[in-house]
């Protein structure tokens, strides 16, 4: 498995996608510094566009170098076709821990240099989260772009995490998305709704009670989620 993982480094020297990673939370971080957002601005900008956009884009790019060769690499190596499925999306689990903690640190710099709003405690749990609930996003986003493009891939998770946004306190059958997740915990974690206005005293969403719950549920999803597509991917390598 680490073979594999140093593999899919290896393969990634000469593409976007380590730029990519380091680029993409600074962006969000100086676009909202620069419309005076701040702290609670650029975590909104980073959990409901940037984050969900870069990671699928980054999965996409995993599938989409194999598929340049037709597959020729994963066939030609000696390992179980689910394990090198595994091993992608640790790759790029990685590579989502890594950006996250770019981000984090962005986020205290602002903190640093203008008003802080968000502390450090809550900065680094409110990524601790981000990063353990959009990790279900890596294999959706991976099969996607086998199924059929990047496009795609990039176009369905935006569009879901958009929806989970602007409906992460429903009642309705949303609420069973994982897409919601992420927006629904940071207003008991950063005290900030999705729409950057801080949560009003005593709104039910200070309630932190579900933080654990949710998080788990997150984590099943991707476990599960994981566990279906390496045994797909496994299914299609060999027919």
Request: aromatic residues 12%.
């Amino acid at each position: 498995m680490i073979d594999i993982i140093k593999a899919e480094f290896q393969k990634s020297k000469r593409t976007s996608t380590n730029k990519f990673i380091v680029i993409t939370p600074v962006i969000a971080i100086l676009l909202s510094f620069s419309w005076g957002g701040g702290q609670n601005g650029a975590y909104n900008w980073w959990y409901a566009m940037f984050l969900p956009g870069m990671l699928a884009i980054i999965s996409a790019q995993v599938i989409t170098r194999e598929r340049d060769l037709s597959y020729k690499g994963v066939l030609l190596y000696p390992q179980d076709k689910g394990i090198i499925w595994l091993g992608k999306i640790l790759y790029v689990s990685i590579l989502l821990l890594l950006t996250s903690l770019i981000f984090m640190a962005g986020i205290y710099g602002v903190g640093l240099v203008s008003e802080s709003t968000i502390s450090l405690k809550a900065n680094i749990l409110a990524s601790i989260i981000l990063v353990l609930t959009f990790l279900f996003n890596i294999p959706i986003s991976m099969f996607l772009t086998v199924q059929f493009n990047m496009f795609v891939s990039v176009l369905f998770n935006i569009a879901m995490t958009i929806i989970g946004v602007v409906s992460f306190d429903t009642n309705s059958i949303l609420k069973f998305s994982p897409y919601r997740i992420s927006s629904a915990l940071m207003a008991p974690v950063l005290h900030i709704l999705p729409n950057g206005l801080p949560v009003p005293e005593n709104s039910p969403f200070l309630n932190g009670d579900m933080i654990i719950k949710d998080t788990i549920t997150a984590i099943i999803y991707f476990i599960i989620l994981t566990l279906l597509t390496t045994i797909w991917f496994r299914k299609k390598e060999v027919d």
